[in-house]
């Protein structure tokens, strides 16, 4: 059973550029949450969906940010005109249900030159 | 605001050791724990959930869970090298139904070494 996917890996973007972050969950699950890591700080809880639903968005940035779910292909995360301060870690989690374990992704790197 | 505490770190300790990492919360009404290990530059990978008091044994790994003082503890018994990496301590949120979901409050990270 293949596990959470992200995809690109690492993205390199410019100032001003868009930034699309892609995540397919565990087979069967249907809860996806974005974290975001910032470099040398804790993992930061962006935004949890279910399909075609944003359940929580309670921790993306007001502009800038969205999120889908739709109901067929993955998970994006969506970063327009980005800044400096976008760089970090973009973390993708599953969950079968909304109360069970989530298991991570391996995560998007994304670097803003 | 729910928060997350964890000893600061780093933590280190020798080869075959006990290593001892803390946690605290603030929600009272907290029903579940994840503890997470994170390698430098990898994702967070689960290694224990414990959602009644008392002990929870996995092999070397014991996370220890007391409600009434809002703590969470994880052990890890005869330390190896490989065990090096930061351990994050998980609890998920309450939606205002009262029942708890999926959204995952974690705390800042514990930094263990383990050293031949």
């Known amino acids: 059973n293949a596990g959470v996917m992200q995809n690109p890996r690492h993205l390199v973007r410019r100032r001003g550029q868009e930034a699309r972050l892609r995540c397919s969950p565990m087979k069967g699950h249907s809860h996806v949450y974005w974290y975001r890591q910032l470099p040398e700080e804790g993992l930061k809880f962006m935004v949890y969906?279910?399909?075609?639903?944003?359940?929580?968005e309670s921790g993306m940035p007001k502009e800038r940010f969205s999120a889908e779910f739709p109901k067929e292909g993955p998970s994006i995360l969506r970063i327009q005109q980005v800044v400096r301060g976008d760089s970090a870690a973009y973390f993708c989690?599953?969950?079968?249900?909304?109360?069970?374990?989530?298991?991570f992704g391996p995560g998007t790197r994304l670097l803003v030159l | 605001q729910k928060e997350v505490e964890q000893n600061s770190g780093p933590l280190s300790v020798p080869e075959g050791a006990i290593a001892s990492l803390n946690c605290t919360y603030s929600?009272?009404?907290?029903?579940?724990f994840f503890w997470y290990r994170q390698y430098s530059g990898k994702s967070p990978e689960l290694i224990m959930s414990i959602y009644s008091n008392g002990d929870k044994e996995d092999g070397r790994f014991t996370a220890q869970l007391n409600k009434a003082s809002q703590y969470v503890s994880l052990l890890i018994r005869d330390s190896q090298p490989s065990d090096s990496a930061t351990y994050l301590c998980a609890v998920p949120n309450f939606n205002a139904g009262g029942t708890s979901y999926g959204k995952l409050t974690f705390g800042q990270g514990t930094i263990l070494t383990v050293h031949p």
């Open positions: 929600d009272r009404g907290s029903q579940s």
């Open positions: 969906l279910q399909k075609e639903n944003i359940i929580d």
């Open positions: 989690a599953s969950s079968l249900g909304g109360t069970e374990t989530q298991y």
